[in-house]
């Protein structure tokens, strides 16, 4: 009972992330933005040793650093003679080797790094789970109110500004979205594996879907199956869950190659 009990916590935390990641990682595939959202999942190590040095919780430390690196990055995007990928590299590096060294300053604080890096999805509590779902549905809906103004702005900005399609808004709205994204899916796959959750069934639903609606849809669906599947093989093989569901949702990703 107690092993069914944490495993329905851990199927509805991944679910939930997959379901909100499915959509925005549509976005990211068709923006080629993957190292945009390796870069802000970089800058999350550095919340988490904020929030152990200031005494909140981890996960808001995540939320507060992580949005700040998108909100930094957004302004400083459009910098004279800074291409996008260089603020990327310059800014996830440095929190990482920021977080690293404040981490090794802490006294008295033992830090799960591993559980950080790769995720803990099979220790995640009730709180954690409603904590997670009502981030889901909040940006979901969000995600609902920006859809056709963000699919015109990732078309052709331009145009999108011809009518009357606030650009730089939406796009700073896609960003604030992904970054909280990044924060609620690092329980589940944890800092390093984050992208893959965003990019890789999207990549996978790219091949069969007709519309970008189909798209995100079929993104969300992969990304659940992998979920399931991941905790499936941690459950039977005794395999580190977070990197299971990422494998899960790679062999998806290399069926739809064979179907093209």
């Given at each position: ?120 999805i099979l220790a995640v509590g009730w709180e954690d789970v409603a904590l997670i779902w009502a ?47 990044v924060a609620l899916a690092m329980k589940v796959v944890g800092i390093l594996l984050v992208t ?65």
């Open positions: 009972m107690i092993m069914d009990d944490f495993m329905t916590r851990a199927a509805l935390a991944g679910i939930a992330v997959a379901l909100v990641a499915g959509p925005l990682g549509a976005f990211v595939v068709w923006r080629r933005m993957a190292y945009f959202g390796g870069a802000l999942s970089h800058t999350a190590l550095l919340g988490v040793a904020l929030g152990f040095l200031t005494g909140v919780q981890p996960e808001l430390g995540v939320a507060f650093v992580v949005i700040a690196a998108a909100m930094m990055l957004s302004g400083l995007h459009g910098v004279r003679g800074l291409s996008l990928d260089t603020l990327l590299g310059i800014v996830a590096h440095a929190a990482l080797a920021l977080g690293l060294i404040v981490t090794a300053m802490l006294e008295g604080v033992r830090i799960d790094l591993m559980g950080y890096l790769f995720g803990d981030g889901t549905v909040l940006i979901l809906l969000l995600l609902r109110h920006v859809w056709h103004s963000l699919l015109s702005a990732t078309v052709h900005a331009d145009l999108a500004r011809v009518e009357g399609v606030n650009v730089g808004r939406t796009e700073f709205m896609y960003t604030m979205l992904l970054a909280v994204v893959s959750l965003l990019v890789i069934p999207a990549a996978a639903a790219r091949s069969s879907a007709r519309t970008p609606e189909a798209m995100a849809f079929a993104a969300a669906v992969l990304g659940a199956v992998s979920v399931g599947a991941g905790l499936w093989a941690s459950y039977t093989y005794d395999a580190p869950a977070g990197p299971a569901i990422v494998v899960a949702a790679s062999l998806l990703f290399v069926v739809s190659l064979i179907k093209r």
